[in-house]
């Protein structure tokens, strides 16, 4: 197996958001631990993983502080996995790929749900990239500049 290149320490966002979640298993763990899956024999019978391979992912998403093991809520010897805010926080990144690939995809008529308002039974709007002052932007109304370097307090 090739080793993949790191990008811990690298500058970009995108790239560092990628050393944690950058990996297909790692998203389709959360969406299902979003609905309601704890228990490794849950996630490896829904995802339909080999064992080796989920293990690993699922150490790799608790030393990124993306999960946390906590006891089984029924008081069994087994521990469950469970969001942490950070984790939890993946909910967007998943709603944005879900509506991108409801627009995109070549056989739109093959996904078989919808996201809804759980509340009003509602499909929930497109997600907007907007501006302090409300307008829509599009990659052509964005930029990226050095983030200001930090103060320095004096003595």
């Known amino acids: 197996m090739v080793k993949r290149t790191s990008f811990e320490g690298d500058a970009c966002p995108i790239a560092r958001a990628l050393e944690a979640i950058g990996d297909w298993w790692t998203l389709l763990i959360i969406r299902d631990a979003l ?87 509602r499909p929930v709007k497109k997600l907007e990239l907007r501006a302090e002052d409300g307008r829509l932007l599009s990659p052509a109304d964005t930029m990226l500049k050095p983030r200001p370097a930090p103060r320095r307090r004096s003595a």
């Open 35 to 121: 609905l309601g899956v704890r228990r490794f024999g849950e996630f490896q019978s829904k995802l339909g993983m080999a064992k080796n391979i989920l293990s690993a992912r699922l150490r790799s998403m608790v030393d990124h502080g993306i999960l946390e093991t906590v006891p089984a809520s029924d008081g069994s010897a087994y521990s469950e996995y469970v969001l942490t805010p950070k984790g939890r926080g993946i909910f967007p990144i998943l709603v944005a790929l879900r509506q991108w690939s409801e627009d995109f995809d070549d056989r739109p008529e093959e996904i078989t749900t919808i996201l809804v308002d759980r509340a009003k039974g």
